[in-house]
């Protein structure tokens, strides 16, 4: 697990996507990306486990996400002194053990800590992941994050498919053995990856009010925030939105929201690839996602027809994954003997508007409107993100 030094500068002429790398940091994300869907997949089976309510349980995913928050800039810095490699077997292992110590307890005040340790785990992961992708991908970097944002998300839709299916031979611990075997087959997949680049103790540090004042990150976050951010805060409220508004089904409504996290697999590679072709015109291409994903809240929002409203979420999940590649690339080339602080920075302002998001579009459920007002300050705010994307951004 030798870890090598960072080079001085990156080849430009490389123009081949380093295959080891890349798996290594697509494995650690399906791993994280399981944690994060799979217990909600079975809500009520764990309702009735842990003997309490549908809203309590909520909870379980809340603390997941302030634990990814508090480990942002942390988990940053030990990516820059450790390297990307170990530091995703560290988030594996936590993982690991979270989960395994989850399949033993009845109590659901020790669910919700187990669960803040796996969420240690999802944070610092999904920091490693998106950097380890990067290490030697040069002018290729907006594909790699592309694609590791895909595969990752794609670990999410496996979990809510997979998971139920176990619940006959597990049951109710059914989310907590399949995180348990995705962990244990990921990590020799990623102890036999490359080593990562590290940067040292003291390399290229700069302070955390440096990195949060940055032009730069502060407009990647704003990006990261409106995209990856409200396709989460959208998908933990479009079912009730459109059992409201379009008289549908929990599970027809259930069907047409999953296509926000089903389109971003497709969405998050594709934006890496269009950056990629075209990196003068990135901002083009992210100001037309981000126009296209306010068209898709505002269509959700009328709930006008079934087909319409499975359109509208398959264009939301399409727009909130182009940008991916290009922020976490553009970080990277911001802050280059830094970037897991750097990238950690960036991501935080994503992983703030989904804690602090969510309820409050739950909460406009309780106004008139039934959750429309709160869907229509996410289309106005989506829309208003077009002005801080960086048209001169260099991403190669």
Not at 202 to 216: D, E, I, K, Q, V
Not at 347 to 360: D, E, K, M, Q, Y
Request: glycine letters at 14%; one cysteine or more.
């Amino acid at each position: 697990m030798a870890a090598r030094r960072a080079p001085t500068a990156e080849p430009r002429e490389r123009t081949r996507l380093p295959l080891g790398p890349l798996v290594g940091g697509c494995t650690v994300g399906i791993v994280i990306s399981w944690n994060v869907a799979n217990t909600g997949s079975v809500v009520s089976l764990l309702a009735r486990h842990y003997g309490t309510g549908l809203a309590a349980m909520g909870l379980m995913t809340t603390v997941l996400f302030f634990a990814e928050l508090a480990v942002m800039l942390p988990g940053g810095r030990a990516i820059d002194r450790f390297g990307a490699k170990r530091s995703g077997l560290v988030a594996i292992g936590l993982s690991l053990v979270g989960n395994l110590l989850l399949l033993t307890t009845s109590s659901f005040a020790l669910a919700l800590v187990l669960r803040t340790v796996v969420g240690l785990g999802v944070g610092l992961g999904f920091l490693a992941g998106a950097i380890y992708v990067q290490q030697g991908a040069g002018r290729n970097a907006p594909l790699a994050g592309g694609i590791y944002g895909g595969v990752s998300l794609s670990g999410g839709g496996l979990a809510l498919a997979i998971v139920p299916q176990l619940v006959g031979a597990y049951g109710w611990r059914a989310p907590y053995v399949s995180a348990v075997a995705v962990a244990v087959v990921a990590l020799p997949i990623v102890l036999a990856s490359p080593s990562s680049t590290i940067h040292g103790p003291h390399a290229g540090r700069p302070r955390f009010r440096s990195l949060m004042a940055n032009r730069t990150i502060m407009r990647l976050g704003a990006m990261s925030a409106v995209s990856f951010g409200f396709s989460i805060v959208l998908g933990n409220w479009v079912v009730t939105l459109l059992e409201r508004h379009g008289s549908l089904s929990a599970g027809s409504a259930g069907a047409i929201g999953s296509l926000i996290l089903i389109a971003g697999i497709v969405g998050r590679p594709s934006g890496g690839v269009l950056v990629h072709l075209r990196p003068d015109a990135a901002w083009r291409t992210i100001a037309a996602a981000f126009l296209a994903g306010t068209l898709g809240v505002v269509v959700l929002m009328l709930a006008v027809s079934p087909v319409l409203d499975a359109i509208a979420a398959a264009l939301i999940g399409l727009a909130a994954g182009i940008p991916f590649g290009a922020t976490i690339a553009g970080t990277v080339k911001s802050y280059p003997q830094a970037s897991g602080a750097a990238v950690g920075a960036m991501n935080a302002w994503a992983v703030l508007v989904i804690v602090v998001g969510a309820p409050l579009v739950g909460l406009s459920f309780s106004l008139p409107g039934a959750g429309r007002i709160g869907f229509a300050a996410v289309a106005a705010l989506w829309l208003a993100a077009i002005a801080v994307i960086p048209r001169g951004l260099k991403l190669s």
